[in-house]
């Protein structure tokens, strides 16, 4: 747990899990993901306004991705996932995020 992503909600593992399997799937209905492991502590960079207090934050995870695409092939997927907090603890707040694939091999 890094207690700098609270802003992420109470499990943020769980959510990036289910972000990025919705992500998956979008681009093959068929995909099953099998494994997420996180390579390295997660890259953050919070961002403050005038008065001292975090209104932006990006955190970015180094990942290794074990999926089976939705023909049968298993597939080893290295990429960042990133979370990009906006206006963080106001009315407007906002939370994209993104994936990078770096590599992708079938295994």
């Known amino acids: 747990m890094v207690p700098d992503l609270g802003w992420l909600g109470p499990d943020y593992?769980?959510?990036?899990?289910?972000?990025?399997?919705q992500g998956?799937?979008?681009?093959d209905p068929g995909t099953t993901v099998l494994g997420?492991?996180?390579?390295?502590?997660?890259?953050?960079?919070?961002s403050v306004d005038p008065a001292g207090v975090i209104r932006s934050h990006d955190a970015?995870?180094?990942l290794r991705v074990f999926v089976q695409d939705g023909t049968g092939r298993?597939?080893?997927l290295n990429g960042q996932w990133t979370y990009a907090g906006r206006?963080?603890?106001?009315?407007?707040?906002?939370?994209r995020h993104f994936w990078r694939l770096i590599s992708a091999e079938g295994v």
């Not at 998956?24 to 681009?27: F, I, S, T």
């Not at 997420?36 to 919070?46: H, Q």
Request: charged residues 25%; aromatic residues 8%; positive net charge.
């Open 87 to 95: 206006e963080l603890g106001t009315s407007t707040a906002s939370i």
């Open 60 to 62: 970015t995870f180094r």
């Open 24 to 27: 998956l799937l979008r681009q």
């Open 74 to 76: 298993p597939w080893r």
């Open 13 to 21: 593992v769980a959510a990036l899990v289910y972000d990025l399997t």
């Open 36 to 46: 997420v492991r996180c390579e390295a502590r997660p890259e953050l960079r919070p």
